[in-house]
């Protein structure tokens, strides 16, 4: 596993932007798919978007598709998700979250396809 360090979040207006970062403790991160789940109050935790470590290729939930973008920064060992238009059913808890290192398997959005998560940060949209 890898330690997973979020932050960026906080309280917004809605149509506002937030980026998201997501630390990780060490250099298997560059071999690790890095997700995004939130979960909403009441709510299963739910996959948001995707980066994949070798195809490079990112994949979004529905939701979030054209206002959200994942992407990585391999030599600082950091995710992000940058999040624009936002609204108030954004709101949620979103936690970084990333594979077994070397995965390469094509499942992606399901919370067992990884091993590693953090702790999450708080996003709150109002209207």
């Known amino acids: 596993q890898v330690q997973l360090v979020e932050s960026g979040g906080g309280l917004v207006q809605a149509g506002d932007s937030l980026r998201l970062s997501c630390a990780a403790s060490d250099r298997t991160f560059i071999v690790r798919n890095m997700a995004w789940f939130r979960q909403a109050p009441g709510k299963e935790r739910q996959f948001v978007a995707v980066?994949?470590?070798?195809?490079?290729?990112?994949s979004y939930a529905d939701s979030v598709k054209g206002r959200f973008t994942i992407s990585r920064d391999d030599a600082k060992n950091t995710g992000y998700l940058q999040m624009n238009s936002l609204k108030p059913e954004d709101t949620a808890l979103y936690y970084c979250?990333?594979?077994?290192?070397?995965?390469?398997?094509?499942?992606?959005?399901?919370?067992?396809?990884?091993?590693?998560w953090g702790q999450g940060t708080q996003v709150t949209v109002s209207s």
């Open positions: 979250a990333a594979t077994r290192a070397g995965y390469t398997a094509t499942s992606y959005y399901k919370e067992n396809d990884y091993d590693s």
């Open positions: 980066f994949s470590w070798n195809s490079r290729s990112t």
